[in-house]
C-alpha cells in the first residue's frame, strides 16, 4: 500500500465549479500535512499547510481527520488558473522527509 | 533570484554514461532533498540532507546513485553507468528544518538513450 494515495483524476469541472480532493495517508504517526500545487512541467509548490482544526485561504479550504488518516482540499468558484494536479504531502514529523501522492489532476473549462 | 537553482536544466545521455547534477538551495535553508518524478507519478523520495549529513537514503535507490553535500551548501547527485528507466526529472528541494515547507528548484530533466 502506498504511503499516500489519491485519486488521480481528472476531475472536469466548469468555471464557478465547487470540487474537492481527497487523500489517505497510511502512516498513523504522520505530523504534518500539506497540500502543493504543480503546474504542467513545472515545479511542486506549496499551497497551503493543512491544520487539525481546518484552515481557508481564499477560495480554498484544508481539512485534516486524524482518525480516519485523510485529508480534503476544497476549491470554491473554481478558476481556469486552478488547473494544475495537487499534490498531497505528508510528514512524519521530527525533521522526517516529506512523502508525495501521485497527485490530482483539475481542469477547469469556460 | 534567491531561489532553489539547478544544474543543468535537461541533459541528455548514452546509457552506460556517469551523470552529475548540481543543486543550490536557499542559502538560509539546512535541509536539502532530491526526489525524482516520471510522468503521471508525484515525486519519488531518493534523499536528504540536514547540513552535510545524509539521512536517509531511499531503500528503492540502487547503488549507482550517490548524492554530496560537502559543505553542507550544495549539493550533486551522481548517477553511474545510467539506464534508460533512470530518465525522469530530478529534483530538488530544501526547508529549514522540521518544517514541511519545501521549496523546489526548477529541475533537471534526465533523458537516457
Known amino acids: 500500500r502506498k504511503e499516500v494515495e489519491q485519486d488521480p483524476g481528472p476531475f472536469n469541472v466548469p468555471e464557478g465549479a465547487t470540487v474537492a480532493f481527497n487523500c489517505t495517508y497510511s502512516n498513523s504517526a504522520s505530523q504534518s500535512f500539506f497540500w502543493y500545487r504543480q503546474d504542467c512541467r513545472k515545479e511542486p509548490k506549496l499551497l497551503m499547510s493543512v491544520y487539525s482544526s481546518g484552515n481557508e485561504d481564499g477560495r480554498f479550504t484544508a481539512q485534516l481527520n486524524r482518525a480516519s488518516q485523510y485529508i480534503s482540499l476544497l476549491i470554491r468558484d473554481s478558476k481556469l488558473s486552478d488547473s494544475a494536479t495537487y499534490l498531497c504531502v505528508v510528514n512524519k514529523g521530527g525533521g522526517n522527509k516529506l512523502v508525495f501522492g501521485a497527485g490530482t489532476i483539475l481542469r477547469v473549462k469556460s | 533570484d534567491t531561489g532553489v537553482s539547478q544544474n543543468p536544466r535537461h541533459k541528455i545521455t548514452k546509457r552506460g554514461q556517469n551523470v552529475t547534477f548540481r543543486c543550490d538551495p536557499i542559502?538560509?535553508?539546512?535541509?536539502l532533498y532530491w526526489y525524482r518524478q516520471t510522468l503521471g507519478q508525484g515525486p519519488e523520495f531518493l534523499t536528504y540532507?540536514?547540513?552535510?549529513?545524509?539521512?536517509?537514503k531511499s531503500r528503492l535507490l540502487s547503488d549507482r546513485f550517490s548524492a554530496e553535500r560537502p559543505k553542507g551548501s550544495f549539493s550533486t547527485l551522481e548517477i553511474q553507468r545510467t539506464e534508460q528507466g533512470d530518465s525522469a526529472m530530478y529534483l530538488c528541494?530544501?526547508?529549514?528544518?522540521?518544517?514541511?515547507?519545501?521549496?523546489f528548484g526548477q529541475g533537471t530533466r534526465l533523458t537516457v538513450v
Open positions: 528541494a530544501s526547508s529549514l528544518a522540521y518544517t514541511g515547507e519545501a521549496f
Open positions: 540532507f540536514q547540513n552535510e549529513a545524509q539521512l536517509e
Open positions: 542559502s538560509e535553508h539546512n535541509r
